[in-house]
């Protein structure tokens, strides 16, 4: 897991068409260049020039989602964790060696890190919390609230 520098960068300039084959492999990902390029009525080489175009600005990448469920994960965990005697960033780098932590927000607000866990059952909360997180150097609290319902879980990070 990697926690990103938070340097600013100019963000890519995306016309119809780079939204339109991004729209297209939202709704379906293994969409290949050669459907895409039928439905956009352009060619494959187009659609493949424009995906490597946008992946190596950053603007884009095509990444297979799984869903909590199916690998038998039931419980999801937002942590919040304050930060005392140690680096943000490296108490950070800790926390994201964990494969139960699937994302580390370093934060501006009450919390210094944000974390979204996601465990098998409720057998594993205290366990993971206790053993594990706080087990980390410079780790002072931990706030912990799990999840009862998911109202929305999009992976689209950014609206295009």
């Given at each position: 897991?990697?926690?990103?520098?938070?340097?600013?960068?100019?963000?890519?300039?995306?016309?119809?068409?780079?939204?339109?084959?991004?729209?297209?492999?939202?709704?379906?990902?293994?969409?290949?260049?050669?459907?895409?390029?039928?439905?956009?009525?352009?060619?494959?080489?187009?659609?493949?020039?424009?995906?490597?175009?946008?992946?190596?600005?950053?603007?884009?990448?095509?990444?297979?989602?799984?869903?909590?469920?199916?690998?038998?994960y039931?419980?999801?965990?937002?942590?919040?964790?304050?930060?005392?005697?140690?680096?943000?960033?490296?108490?950070?780098?800790?926390?994201?060696?964990?494969?139960?932590?699937?994302?580390?927000?370093v934060?501006?607000?009450?919390?210094?890190?944000?974390?979204?866990?996601?465990?098998?059952?409720?057998?594993?909360?205290?366990?993971?919390?206790?053993?594990?997180?706080?087990?980390?150097?410079?780790?002072?609290?931990?706030?912990?609230?799990?999840?009862?319902?998911?109202?929305?879980?999009?992976?689209?990070?950014?609206?295009?």
């Amino acid at each position: 897991m990697q926690i990103r520098s938070g340097r600013s960068q100019t963000p890519p300039i995306l016309d119809a068409l780079d939204n339109s084959i991004i729209d297209i492999l939202r709704t379906n990902g293994r969409t290949t260049n050669q459907d895409i390029a039928k439905q956009l009525s352009v060619t494959a080489a187009t659609v493949s020039a424009r995906l490597q175009k946008m992946e190596d600005a950053r603007a884009m990448r095509v990444v297979a989602v799984t869903d909590f469920a199916a690998l038998g994960y039931n419980v999801i965990i937002a942590v919040g964790v304050k930060v005392q005697g140690r680096g943000v960033q490296a108490v950070g780098h800790d926390l994201a060696k964990f494969p139960e932590v699937l994302s580390v927000n370093v934060m501006n607000g009450p919390c210094d890190i944000e974390l979204m866990v996601a465990l098998h059952d409720f057998s594993e909360v205290q366990q993971f919390l206790y053993d594990h997180i706080a087990s980390i150097a410079g780790v002072a609290q931990i706030d912990a609230g799990i999840a009862v319902d998911i109202a929305k879980y999009e992976f689209n990070v950014v609206p295009l």
